[in-house]
């Protein structure tokens, strides 16, 4: 059974900076992992996902400078390295995964999900 495990969210001061850590397990051929976020109130929104076989990664254009994904494969974990954090980057922080290429930023396009984490991000 495939389960997905977010971990590392907390609260922190507008430009400071967090690191989110998703442990998939479960399967392993090639998948693409995502992180997405919600706001209350708002829809869920894809921020960054990552190809694990290549590496490959895609960011919306909101965090785009500010976060990095990247993956260690021998743990089967992806990171979200969260960097000159706003107050609009609060939210409930999900990781993602799914073997099939495309929609890499849609949540649609993911079929396992973590239960996500809490990051605030206080003004």
């Known amino acids: 059974q495939v389960q997905v495990v977010e971990s590392g969210g907390g609260s922190v001061q507008a430009g400071g900076s967090l690191r989110l850590s998703c442990a998939a397990s479960g399967y392993s051929y090639r998948r693409k992992m995502g992180w997405f976020r919600q706001a209350p109130g708002k829809e869920r929104e894809g921020v960054a996902a990552?190809?694990?076989?290549?590496?490959?990664?895609i960011y919306a254009d909101s965090v785009k400078g500010r976060f990095t994904i990247s993956q260690d494969n021998t743990k089967n974990t992806v990171y979200l390295q969260m960097n000159s954090l706003e107050a609009e980057d609060t939210g409930l922080y999900y990781c993602a995964a799914d073997p099939a290429a495309g929609s890499w930023l849609d949540p649609a396009g993911f079929g396992y999900w973590g239960q996500g984490t809490q990051v605030t991000v206080s003004s």
């Open positions: 990552i190809w694990t076989s290549s590496g490959s990664t």
